[in-house]
């Protein structure tokens, strides 16, 4: 059978009682998924840690997983995916909820996500030409995307 990458996702939910992931739930992202149904898909799966079966969260429109581009952001209490969600088929940055509803954060290119907690989600622009992919960003809490800067502005 053909195993592609995948990217592991929300290891862990938050261990705050408010959270509306399972603790200890794992979800993956993949290019593709077969669950149960033998119909397979593109997106991210809730894999049952006991049992290891897996069952749709959220389908994506296109096959396009971007690189690393899926981490559970406690702020938010969601999954924050770089990923298709619509007809159009152009990735955005998605929150998506537990039961797999999404809402857009930003439309702006951002991949290897790194949510610090307090509403940043950091990342880069992987394959951006000229000194661009050297640079990190982050989007705030708001969806506003920023070059990371040092203490001296550079």
Known sequence: SLQLPFV?????????????F??????????YHVPASGVPYPGIARIDPYTGANSPLIQFTSNGVYPASAAYDP?????????SLDATTVPKLHAI??????????????VR????????IYGYKA??????VQ???YVDASGQQHELL???GQ
């Open 150 to 152: 040092d203490v001296g």
């Open 97 to 110: 909820d537990a039961a797999g509803a999404a809402t857009t954060i930003s439309s702006q290119y951002l």
């Open 8 to 20: 592991l996702a929300a290891a862990s939910a938050a261990a705050s009682a408010q959270s509306q």
């Open 127 to 132: 394959g951006a030409g000229g000194t661009t």
């Open 135 to 137: 640079k990190v960003f």
């Open 113 to 120: 996500l790194a949510p610090r907690g307090d509403g940043k």
């Open 75 to 83: 702020f938010r209490d969601r999954i924050v995916a770089f990923c």
């Open 22 to 31: 399972d603790f200890g739930a794992v979800y993956m992202m993949s290019p």
